[in-house]
């Protein structure tokens, strides 16, 4: 057996990573739990129980919505409710990180972003991955059963990548997969239950395939012989399908089916590295810069070990044999199969290799970049000015707009890489075979990967190619030959640079008597240098439209905005998402995820720009309420009637209305008249001011009238969601309208009223957390404020944005005071408002009024005499599934009971513990008298004056 070469990033403190937009799993699938369920479920994340969002869906089975996140209803009506984004637009990728980043000299650290999607998850070709007892090679018999298909997909349904559907309401589906065929197939309504990344058959590789050797392990001890074990996890535990060593070690130095987006380092350069090409024999970075502005080793060896890009190599059976030349052999069945070329082709078996590129159109280089600054100890913002903002640059690195952060503007953001979303690849030499449905049906499933690689600088960890030549560790970096020599029982083994919790001597003490001086650290070192992680839910990456007519309303899709005639958006007119992060609660119910906020929330844009509106949510949160989570619908959901609507909800829930300024929380004047009664009766003249009152005051506004009536459209739709011509909704609720401000003020419980699932003001009677508000193209230069009407509560959180689109010259959007934002004019112009019915809760001790309890004015304005506290209420915490009654308190009893009450608490106290106490007595001797029942002298003690012949 021959050692691998050590040719990647040791990953090397404890640390979280969480993934904030697309919304990150951290293994959680749908339970309604504050800490997930199972932290094995997909992947090993390292992070705390408490992170990730919950599944994105409504409550329900696969006819709620199936892996494809196609929700089903009667008549025939179906709705997509599944997050896509199109090729060649932007993604604001947004985390944060525990233990800091950046040019930060306590840490060093990397950020790896990768994606997968079906055709290298569930691969259809024979050639793609080694042969299996799924995919035999051509001299098999048979060929094998998956010969020339894909080995785990079933029929419609999608083996790989798959979150997981839950079987009923109830069902969580967050089991992980068990390691069988059977399991990985998807053909009954339990295996689709399991959630699946990896295949079976890349696990069943790595579980056989000997582990590298090569590495180092400090003072581990490997449980497994194959590629399972690593020094962060020994035993080889196992998450998912997930191989640990390829999860462990990047660049891996096998084929996998993650494609790299990005490679962010402390290491990195001034100027994104998008290439490299060769110098006298070196690699060397290209793109947009001089040598000195885009290159370092670190970046030029990570691109050059790219697996996009770079052959990555396996041992297989020889073309000539069959699956079973390496199954039934003893080096298969002992876990020790060839990981290197000599010893492969020295058994007499066939080392190929394989890159992405060689069988993709369309794959480019990795991003390298530097990371941005965040500080340790802080899952927060970091200092935004080295994010790489990816939208600036074409695929082959060309730089728009000089590179510079022009779009989205910089600030005071969580840590970001914003994505240009591929554009689909096509098969190499246009192999009909590589994935016979299309790569469009392929890229129908994907999901986002982000690996957070954080080390110290306790001991040389990167191969020399990888280091600056100045660097005193250039050559140095350990590999197994510093592992501690076992042999050494407990002594210090001056080889290794790392031991287990180590006493390190300070001191030669007081004095001569009282001995050295010596701390004990804490180091483990399996955790020393760790990596982390976290994965979105699944999404698509689709074509971009080719018509702009608007959908049947049943279909619940938007309107696809472009000029008239209607016509495709063209390639050169950037696409930007606008997504809304966080989940239902309050900073800290919420932690370590977010409150709501728009992803991105300020937008530096040119007219013919087009914004694309979605966002997603989940209906299995922790019950919040009470000022810390808005709205519903229930759960369960009735769809129309007050069921369960006195119930904190779970629902994540959000829209988009525009505003005059940030600083105002009302919306702009959508109306264009001056009190209720100016409405006009005749609804196309009420549009029709409508429309004139909002034209000069969105970004799509225009003097087209037939682009300005779909821009009316997609400014209404925005803000009320479509609920009330959403025809799946329709058919829930059976017909039913919204209920009118009259009948919501005729429900005087407030939970109820504002849960009720037809009260449209609440945004309830949308039935799932999914929206697409579609394309709106930006036709008018101006600055556009913008807030969500549900979930913005001042004081409490804050969701709001604004759209700057930029004058013909560039300019118009210059930032005030450093920041993207308008200007605070300190004077609401208020549109047209109606007052609800007011609960007074600030005189109701019975539920906690503590934070921002509502005092209603009334005919009886009596002035307090007596002293009053505020009940405090019963803050949620990280144990369960929130709290179901609203406002519940937290009562202090000795804080609120009178000196009476409080010498009757007591009398009674001391009457229950005499009471206990007697209890306990009694049935003491009841069971004594039982177990001495028919004994010589069981209740009798003469025998204690008897003589002693007596006693015989």
Avoid at 22 to 47: I, K, T, V
Wanted: charged letters at 20%; glycine letters at 8%; hydrophobic letters at 30%.
């Amino acid at each position: 057996m021959k050692f691998i070469a050590l040719s990647a990033l040791l990953s090397l403190a404890t640390a979280d990573v969480y993934m904030h937009n697309p919304r990150g799993s951290n293994d959680r699938n749908c339970e309604r739990n504050a800490n997930r369920n199972n932290g094995n479920r997909l992947f090993d994340s390292q992070n705390n129980a408490a992170g990730g969002y919950a599944c994105p869906r409504a409550v329900g089975d696969e006819t709620t919505q199936n892996e494809d996140g196609i929700a089903t209803f009667g008549g025939g009506i179906t709705q997509d409710k599944k997050i896509y984004y199109y090729e060649g637009s932007v993604l604001p990728i947004e985390w944060t990180n525990q233990h800091g980043c950046g040019p930060n000299s306590k840490v060093n650290c990397e950020i790896i972003v990768q994606y997968m999607c079906e055709d290298t998850a569930d691969p259809q070709v024979n050639n793609f991955w080694p042969w299996s007892q799924q995919k035999w090679g051509p001299n098999d018999a048979g060929q094998g059963n998956k010969a020339g298909e894909q080995a785990f997909r079933s029929n419609t349904n999608i083996a790989s990548p798959r979150d997981g559907i839950p079987r009923d309401a109830n069902d969580a589906a967050t089991d992980t997969i068990p390691n069988n065929v059977e399991s990985a197939t998807p053909n009954t309504k339990e295996t689709r239950r399991f959630g699946m990344h990896e295949n079976y058959d890349y696990y069943d590789r790595c579980s056989h395939t000997e582990r590298n050797k090569g590495l180092y392990t400090a003072d581990q001890r490997m449980r497994r012989n194959d590629q399972r074990a690593t020094r962060q996890n020994p035993n080889g535990n196992r998450n998912g399908y997930e191989c640990p060593e390829e999860r462990d070690y990047y660049p891996w130095w096998h084929p996998t089916p993650w494609i790299d987006v990005a490679v962010l380092t402390n290491e990195g350069p001034s100027k994104p590295c998008t290439g490299v090409t060769t110098t006298n024999s070196e690699y060397v970075c290209t793109g947009d810069g001089t040598l000195a502005e885009m290159h370092t080793n670190r970046c030029a060896y990570y691109l050059s070990n790219s697996q996009n890009k770079h052959k990555k190599g396996f041992c297989d059976a020889p073309s000539s044999g069959t699956a079973t030349t390496k199954t039934d052999s003893q080096a298969w069945k002992q876990r020790k199969w060839y990981n290197n070329q000599a010893d492969c082709e020295a058994n007499g078996m066939e080392w190929k290799e394989i890159s992405h590129d060689d069988i993709l159109n369309g794959i480019d280089y990795p991003i390298c970049g530097q990371t941005s600054f965040s500080r340790v100890n802080h899952l927060g913002n970091s200092m935004d000015d080295a994010n790489i903002d990816a939208s600036n640059y074409l695929a082959d690195g060309t730089p728009q707009n000089n590179g510079q952060n022009v779009y989205l503007p910089e600030s005071n953001n969580a840590n970001r890489f914003v994505w240009t979303i591929p554009t689909i690849p096509t098969a190499k030499n246009g192999d009909a075979n590589y994935f016979q449905a299309g790569m469009e049906e392929a890229y129908k499933s994907c999901t986002l990967r982000l690996r957070y690689n954080i080390s110290t600088s306790d001991f040389p960890q990167w191969p020399a190619d990888a280091m600056e030549s100045e660097s005193g560790w250039a050559n140095a970096m350990v590999d197994h030959n510093n592992n501690t020599n076992l042999n050494r029982n407990k002594d210090d083994d001056p080889n290794t640079p790392l031991i287990q919790d180590p006493y390190i001597y300070t001191g030669a003490g007081d004095s001569a008597t009282t001995g050295s001086q010596f701390v004990s650290l804490a180091v483990n070192t399996n955790q020393y240098g760790r990596t982390f992680q976290d994965r979105s839910y699944k999404f698509a990456i689709k074509k971009r439209p080719t018509s702009t007519s608007c959908d049947n309303p049943n279909d619940d899709l938007a309107c696809r905005m472009a000029d008239s005639p209607k016509i495709e958006v063209p390639g050169n007119n950037r696409i930007f998402n606008l997504n809304v992060r966080g989940k239902r609660g309050n900073i800290v119910q919420t932690y370590p995820s977010v409150e709501y906020d728009f992803v991105p929330n300020r937008l530096k844009l040119d007219t013919n720009n087009f914004v694309h509106f979605q966002w997603t949510g989940s209906d299995y949160n922790p019950r919040r309420g009470c000022n810390n989570g808005e709205g519903g619908p229930p759960d369960p959901n009735t769809f129309y009637t007050s069921a369960n609507a006195n119930k904190n909800s779970r629902a994540d829930r959000s829209n988009i209305i525009f505003m005059n300024t940030m600083a105002e929380n009302v919306p702009m004047d959508m109306l264009g008249v001056q009190s209720q009664d100016d409405i006009s009766s005749n609804f196309d003249t009420a549009v029709t001011m409508s429309m004139s009152a909002i034209k000069a005051n969105v970004p799509c506004g225009t003097n087209n009238d037939a682009n300005m009536e779909d821009c009316y459209r997609a400014v209404q739709r925005l803000a009320y969601l479509n609920q009330q011509s959403d025809g799946g909704s329709l058919i829930l609720r059976r017909d039913r309208k919204c209920l009118t401000e009259e009948e919501l003020d005729q429900i005087k419980n407030k939970n109820e009223r504002e849960n009720h699932p037809l009260n449209c003001a609440k945004l309830n009677a949308k039935p799932y957390p999914y929206f697409d508000g579609g394309l709106m193209k930006m036709t008018q230069a101006g600055k556009y404020a913008y807030f969500g009407s549900r979930n913005n509560n001042f004081s409490n959180r804050d969701q709001t944005g604004i759209i700057c689109v930029r004058n013909g010259d560039g300019s118009g959007c210059e930032d005030v005071d450093g920041v993207l934002q308008d200007q605070n004019n300190g004077v609401t112009t208020a549109a047209i408002r109606s007052k609800s019915f007011c609960n007074d809760e600030a005189s109701d001790y019975s539920k906690g009024n503590n934070f921002g309890a509502a005092s209603c004015i009334t005919l009886d304005e009596s002035i307090l005499e007596a002293e009053t506290q505020a009940s405090t209420q019963a803050d949620n915490d990280k144990i369960g599934d929130g709290n179901e009654e609203p406002c519940d308190t937290i009562i202090f009893f000795f804080q609120q009971a009178t000196l009476e009450e409080k010498i009757g608490l007591a009398i009674a106290l001391l009457f229950v513990g005499m009471g206990s106490a007697w209890g306990g007595y009694y049935t003491y001797n009841r069971i004594q008298a039982r177990q001495n029942a028919g004994k010589k002298f069981a209740g009798n003690k003469k025998w204690k004056n008897a003589p002693a012949q007596d006693m015989l």
